[in-house]
Nanobody, 121 residues
Framework: QVQLVESGGGLVQAGGSLRLSCAAS????????MGWYRQAPGKQRELVAT???????NYADSVKGRFTISRDNAKNTVYLQMNSLKPEDTAVYYC???????????????WGQGTQVTVSS
């Protein structure tokens, strides 16, 4: 099994910044894409940003220019720098990675437990 542990969520005023981190651990053979998703109350989970193993990035239109995703392959960690936060960014943020366990011959999607981000107006 691969475990994802997120950190960095919290309460911030509109216009402020937060940095989320997500570290993958376990018997990992390789990690492919990593990403962040979010789910606001009463809404479906949506993609925020993804980054491939070659560091190609993709962002939701709603966060382009404000959020930056990055990764440290040596630490199996993905980050999400969130600037100019808005109340509509309030949600539980989930880390995701597509990885291969050392005992498996296929890749699997793994999810973190989620971290709350609340932006006050």
């Amino acid at each position: 099994q691969v475990q994802l542990v997120e950190s960095g969520g919290g309460l911030v005023q509109a216009g402020g910044s937060l940095r989320l981190s997500c570290a993958a651990s376990g018997r990992i053979s390789r990690i492919n894409a990593m990403g962040w998703y979010r789910q606001a109350p009463g809404k479906q989970r949506e993609l925020v940003a993804t980054i491939t193993s070659e560091t190609a990035t993709n962002y939701a239109d709603s966060v382009k220019g404000r959020f930056t995703i990055s990764r440290d392959n040596a630490k199996n960690t993905v980050y999400l720098q969130m600037n100019s936060l808005k109340p509509e960014d309030t949600a539980v943020y989930y880390c995701n990675c597509n990885a291969r366990h050392s005992t498996a011959w296929y890749d699997t999607n793994y999810w973190g437990q989620g971290t709350q981000v609340t932006v006050s107006s």
